[in-house]
DNA sequence: TTTGATCGGTTCATTATTTGAACCATTGGT
DNA sequence: ACCAATGGTTCAAATAATGAACCGATCAAA
């Protein structure tokens, strides 16, 4: 692994309940020596990537992440496609709709939309990371990855968030292949114990997953209406925002129900 | 420079005139050699910070950076770092140092600092509603505020504070003229009779006005050198705060009495 | 269709940087 | 006063970065 990657890999142990780190912490959670923890960090520091806290010495996120995201924003407005796609989907089915984008072997929860309609509603942190075991965006994306991701990601230990958590590999694999089959992953209760979701996964110009769109809804709230009106729903937005970012759909990708030819119609 | 830091800096030749680079490209911009350009951005690749176009093989800013934005902005509360750009700049004038930020058509004060040096000093009430044409922070403000805006402002009525409140539109835009010119704004005695206070704007991602910081001083201890100290120090560290925020100063944005090439050294 | 000048990407011996155990000086808790 | 942390530093040994030269592909002009 080079150096680069290396330095690089330190800012993903950033995160919204960790939000700064020492020096030493740093050193523990990526397993390298302190002293080349010490000199990554200066240099992303150099460039701006991480600061110092005033008070304590701790690291944090710096603002260069901020310029670039602007800049990457610009050239690739993602962000405000997905917000509009999201929305659109938000309001067709007054539920929490959200979009979720795979970085490296970890998904994380870009934007989301939240429907005024109903009191209750399934909530979302911005930078989330999603589990692919456990949610029904995970499930969508890991359907479409390479083998060795699956095999990678399916060998690792699966957190059993809830008691519906699915953990055997075995059975995982058997969903995937549904997933495959539809092209719309379902997640009843895995995440979180009262939230049903659907997910359908993005691609890019080359076809490769890189993220998944979702409705999240109660699971008071979820009968066979509702159900179907996501589905179609999502689907329609999904593969909207797959084809406005340049992407293109695997070959045989057909929404749960359709054919390849009636969907193409 | 360690490779780490060479690696980012490749990252600084993005940017919204140029959102796409293509290796040789890169390689001639970076002064680096082709291989080693190619190991770097490779090495970005892996962590998200560039990929390549679906059409060309030019690079782009990757999706990680979104991510970590979102993080850092989390993390780090504007609150924060304005109060430690402020306690910089009132420390290095010996002065009230504060800040406002533009809500919708209203400028109000997010937080001050006061120097010990001095019996007297300008005080600074929270939250504390400025006025655009009365004082160097609106002034600062309306210069680089959108045509509609400057027009909506000025065609309200305007309060004249003191005898010397400035309450013609037409000078007032003369004024503003020269605050576009130097990227400093002054105001001597036109909101508290005794205050001279001179302000420069902040800018976001876009480059859109989002506030200004600014250095009140009693108009007695106002001498030609403090001046230039206080022109100076709030140069840096508004310039500074813009970018740790991760804005951009629009196309042009210079200091008083400097060019733009004077400024770069 | 030949030529030549690009392009992105690759190779490998030489070189310079990264690495890590041990070591400071400080800090904070007992 | 003590101990166990912390952030930061050192230097010989190990390792990774470097760059000139080299691919094959693409494209424009001749």
């Known amino acids: 692994m080079g150096t680069v990657v290396k330095a690089l890999s330190l800012l993903d142990h950033f995160s919204r309940t960790r939000p700064e780190i020492g020096l030493s912490d740093m050193a523990r959670l990526a397993g390298l020596n302190k002293a080349t923890t010490y000199r990554l960090l200066s240099e992303l520091q150099q460039g701006g990537f991480v600061e110092q806290t005033g008070s304590g010495r701790e690291y944090r996120l710096g603002p260069a992440v901020l310029r670039l995201a602007a800049l990457r924003e610009a050239a690739v407005p993602l962000r405000d496609m997905a917000a509009r796609a999201l929305q659109s989907l938000s309001d067709a089915t007054d539920e929490t709709a959200h979009l979720s984008l795979l970085q490296g072997d970890r998904l994380s929860m870009l934007s989301y939309a939240y429907s005024p309609r109903h009191g209750t ?8 990371v999603l589990a692919f075991h456990a ?3 995970g499930l969508a994306v890991l359907a479409f990855s390479p083998p ?4 990678r990601i399916l060998s690792a230990p699966l957190d059993k968030r809830t008691e519906d958590t699915l953990t055997d590999p075995a059975a995982i694999r058997a969903v995937l292949a549904g997933v495959r089959r539809t092209g719309i992953a379902e997640s009843v209760g895995g995440f979180e114990k009262d939230v049903h979701s659907h997910a359908v996964p993005l691609f890019d110009a080359h076809s490769r997953v890189i993220g998944a769109m979702a409705v999240a809804a109660p699971v008071a709230r979820m009968t066979p209406a509702l159900t179907a009106l996501i589905r179609r729903e999502l689907w329609q937005n999904a593969t909207g925002l797959t084809r406005a970012l340049g992407g293109f759909p695997p070959d045989g ?3 749960d129900g359709f054919t390849a030819q009636e969907a193409a119609e």
């Open 121 to 128: 509603r399934v909530t979302m942190e911005d930078a989330q």
């Open 135 to 137: 949610t029904s965006s």
């Open 148 to 151: 060795e991701m699956i095999d």
């Open 253 to 255: 990708f057909a929404p």
